[in-house]
């Protein structure tokens, strides 16, 4: 069985940080990579970052110098430092861990960026 668990999302005024947590739970699996993804009220999910086993990050152009992806393979844990919030980053947030077996998601965290 496959667990992938977010946390850390909150509320916080324009210009603030906050550091996201995924945690992934599996007997036995073989990684590719962990990427995070996020859902605004009324669009469309849309990916945000992602990093693979061995550190190779991406990110979307929206976030690109503001965002952080990192993963620590000794703790199944990856991470998403966000700086410099927007009030458009507002949105749910999700993990999705590509394992061999399939891709497994998170149940998501709510990030609101509101003064």
């Known amino acids: 069985q496959v667990q992938v668990v977010e946390s850390g999302g909150g509320l916080v005024q324009p210009g603030g940080s906050l550091r996201l947590s995924c945690a992934l739970s599996?007997?036995?699996?073989?990684?590719?990579?962990m990427a995070w993804y996020r859902q605004a009220p009324e669009k469309q999910r849309e990916w945000v970052a992602s990093i693979t086993r061995d550190g190779r990050t991406n990110s979307a152009d929206s976030v690109k110098g503001r965002f952080t992806i990192s993963i620590d393979n000794s703790k199944n844990m990856a991470y998403l430092q966000m700086n410099s919030l927007k009030t458009e980053d507002t949105a749910v947030y999700y993990c999705?861990?590509?394992?061999?077996?399939?891709?497994?998601w998170g149940q998501g965290t709510q990030v609101t960026v509101s003064s």
């Open positions: 599996a007997t036995t699996y073989v990684l590719y990579s």
């Open positions: 999705k861990a590509a394992l061999f077996r399939g891709d497994y």
